[in-house]
């Protein structure tokens, strides 16, 4: 079975009545920093929260009745694993979900709620693969791979359909790419209906074989990433033959520009979106001068996003801003001095957030103490103001970006 318009058009109708036909809407705000009419696909609205829902959908309607009882296994750390589990126990389907060791609780946990039985095995993907399909030759279950299947990809094209009924003038389609599942079937769709329109493919720079592949050139390869949905070693040789087709250009973002743009999505849209939707992002932040005045759709492929890891992306965010900052000072060991100090950063707008005041450490003489306060401004210019009035008043203060 061969992924074409034709299939993507068949699959869609055959999931659409339970997936989310989920918005494309305008981002003003972003529109506006980065001079470019941008759209966001919302999928970080379907059921399960990703995009993979409809693909693990249009897998699970293509089982027998034996099949079906017999059940399915999925091997996934996250999106995919989620999908398989709610449209599994929404019709019936027996399902296995392989996980790697070190996933997450909150996901394994839901998961589970979805229905599906839950085996820890393995460090990573390529690890829990083989594990899986031994598996699933042992019980007889069907293996619903997360992309290397057209079934699977044209499930995830619809995506475009739906994104060219909502926007049909996009100049430009921006798509995550992890195994390439999501932007082969979004490519042949997009095409199909309008042939001018570029498909640009956004990578980790730490996981670029699709790139590496479209470009013939070496991989990089190293260490996690924030964008761990799309953190794929080994891409469908099916799919990046069709991306090598159908896609105008694959481009990569580093972590700090992927952390960056997830921040962007959150602060300036208030859209909760994981990694791999902000590589879509830093991408076009990245590709901004060459995207100028032109009407560009991003996929958000899913909000999958741990909290704990969220709240301290918030945090680097703002301190990136200057929303955030620590300021230290040498005082003299007397009463008042941080009663001063406060006052100062009061009257000029800024709010404490955090004192840490230290005698016992050698780096000040005897009579001094060296005292650090972490304040809340309104930007950058705000702390620069602030600590004018401080210096003004004589305290010798410095900040992060002096203390290098």
């Known amino acids: 079975m061969a992924l074409n318009p034709a299939l993507i058009n ?3 109708e055959a999931i659409k009545s339970a997936t989310m036909r989920t918005p494309t809407v305008h981002a003003a705000r972003l529109s506006l920093h980065l001079g470019i009419d941008l759209y966001l696909k919302l999928e970080n609205l379907q059921h399960t929260n990703a995009f993979k829902a409809r693909g693990a959908l249009a897998k699970l309607l293509t089982l027998t009745d034996a099949q079906r009882r017999a059940g399915v296994i999925a091997c996934s750390a996250g999106n995919h694993a989620q999908g398989v589990a709610y449209h599994a126990s929404r019709l019936g389907i027996p399902a ?3 996980m790697p060791e070190g996933t997450p609780f909150n996901k394994v946990k839901r998961t589970k709620d979805f229905g599906a039985e839950v085996v820890l095995y393995g460090t990573g993907f390529d690890e829990s693969v083989q ?6 030759a042992e019980k007889g279950m069907t293996f619903v791979h997360p992309f290397d299947d057209p079934v699977v990809a044209a499930g995830q094209g619809s995506v475009a359909l739906e994104m060219l009924e909502q926007v049909p003038d996009l100049d430009y389609i921006v798509v995550p790419i992890g195994g390439g599942g999501l932007i082969a079937g979004m490519a042949v769709a997009a095409k199909s209906i309008k042939p001018s329109v570029q498909v640009i493919g956004a990578q980790a720079a730490n996981f670029d074989a699709v790139k590496a592949q479209f470009d013939n050139a070496d991989t990089h390869f190293g260490g996690s990433s924030l964008a761990e949905g799309i953190a794929v070693r080994e891409p469908s040789p099916a799919n990046v033959a ?4 159908f896609v105008d250009r694959v481009e990569t973002a580093t972590e700090a520009q992927i952390e960056a743009a997830v921040f962007d999505l959150l602060s ?3 859209i909760v979106a994981e990694g791999a939707a902000g590589a879509g992002l830093a991408v076009i932040e990245k590709l901004a001068d060459d995207l100028k005045g032109k009407k560009v759709g991003l996929v958000v492929c899913g909000g999958n996003i741990d ?3 969220l709240s301290t992306l918030i945090l680097r965010g703002l301190v990136r801003d200057g929303r955030i900052t620590r300021l230290t000072f040498e005082i003299d060991d007397t009463p008042g001095q941080l009663s001063n100090i406060s006052r100062i950063i009061g009257d000029a707008g800024a709010n404490v957030i955090e004192v840490i005041h230290q005698r016992m450490m050698q780096s000040v003489s005897l009579k001094q103490a060296e005292l650090e306060i972490v304040i809340e401004a309104r930007d ?9 009035e401080l210096r003004q008043a004589g305290f010798k203060v410095r900040t992060d970006s002096e203390l290098g």
Do not use: G, N
């Open 268 to 270: 300036l849209e208030k």
């Open 10 to 12: 068949q699959t869609y």
């Open 307 to 309: 909290s704990r890891l």
């Open 380 to 388: 950058q210019q705000h702390v620069i103001d602030t600590v004018a």
């Open 96 to 98: 296995v979900i392989v």
């Open 131 to 136: 594990f899986t399909l031994d598996m699933a």
């Open 242 to 245: 069709i991306i090598k087709t």
